[in-house]
């Protein structure tokens, strides 16, 4: 049997300041789910990787994100990238069809 705690990770990173992505919040069990919660609210993607989110989760609020994870977030935000261009569509085709 799994015991292990639920545990999430937001990011954030904005592009236009070219800046290094960061850990926004994090937390395990109840706040993990209160973070997934307000993402989903949000309608902010969601990705699931517990070896990621093992890493990330030693990091600090605020931390920016260490060189040899780059990879795997950018991975992370490729993945939100295309959530949203593929929700944006979504949304356009449904306005056309209301219209």
């Known amino acids: 049997m799994n015991n292990k705690r639920k545990e999430a990770i937001a990011l954030q990173y904005d592009g236009k300041k070219g800046s290094v992505p960061k850990v926004l919040a994090k937390g395990k069990g109840k706040i993990a789910e209160n973070i ?30 260490p060189e040899e994870l780059y990879m795997a977030v950018a991975e992370v935000f490729a993945f939100v990238y295309k959530a949203d261009k593929e929700a944006e569509k979504q949304k356009n085709a449904y306005s056309r069809y209301e219209q």
């Open 36 to 65: 997934l919660k307000t993402a989903k609210e949000r309608n902010i993607p969601i990705q699931e990787d517990p070896s990621l989110a093992e890493l990330l989760g030693k990091l600090n609020i605020n931390e920016t994100i």
